[in-house]
T-cell receptor, first 113, second 113 residues
């Protein structure tokens, strides 16, 4: 257990539905990252926050995806109008700015039917 | 970030040293080599990183060739719990880097009893 938690751990939804995932980072960590991992591939960076500010978004983050970190603590990742191609593991990581190690949560596995 | 090349999979006997190679022939002078691993159904875990000198910590050793075009991660006494996908990542600036990590497909290391 790294101290980063994600909820839910598993989510099954129907195409077209909206889903929201939550990440609780290690409490003193000011940077929070979201990644997506499909079967057989390494994780792909989606976006990151420093405190409550979203500082970078990958081109992988389509308009249907939105992430927030309203008080600089937990973060949510919402996917609107889910598609089958959104099926993946969604990973959250956190770290202290100035230090290198990112600590990853266990991930949320999404299956879109 | 420079591109890395790793073997798709490797086997190692329990108790023996596991040597995982990584090629990064286009590495720049200010890019570091990082290793993460991902045990099945868990998020990635930081192992070690280095610039040009060999590095050792409680988990592993990192050997970087003099020309920095390749490196080897060494797990000195592999156990069954070391079975995982190992990712070699090259990136600029430890700690201060704002970007997310760029993972390839990694090497699936299987420790045989």
């Amino acid at each position: 257990d790294t101290g980063v938690s994600q909820d839910p751990r598993h989510k099954i939804t129907k195409r077209g539905q909206n889903v929201t995932f939550r990440c609780d980072p290690i409490s003193e960590h000011n940077r929070l990252y979201w990644y997506r991992q499909t079967l057989g591939q390494g994780p792909e960076f989606l976006t990151y926050f420093q405190n409550e500010a979203q500082l970078e978004k990958s081109r992988l983050l389509s308009d249907r995806f939105s992430a927030e970190r309203p008080k600089g603590s937990f973060s949510t990742l919402e996917i609107q109008r889910t598609e089958q191609g959104d099926s993946a593991m969604y990973l959250c990581a956190s770290k202290l700015a100035g230090l290198e190690t990112q600590y990853f949560g266990p991930g949320t596995r999404l299956l879109v039917l | 970030d420079a591109k890395t090349t790793q073997p798709t999979s490797m086997d190692c006997a329990e108790g023996r040293a596991a040597n995982l190679p990584c090629n990064h022939s286009t590495i720049s002078g200010n890019e570091y080599v990082y290793w993460y691993r991902q045990i099945h159904s868990q998020g990635p875990q930081y192992i070690i990183h280095g610039l040009k000198n060999n590095e050792t910590n409680e988990m592993a050793s990192l050997i970087i060739t003099e020309d920095r075009k390749s490196s080897t991660l060494i797990l000195p006494h592999a156990t069954l719990r070391d079975t995982a996908v190992y990712y070699c990542i090259v990136r600029v600036v430890p700690g201060g880097g704002a970007d997310g990590l760029t993972f390839g497909k990694g090497t699936h290391l299987i420790i045989q009893p």
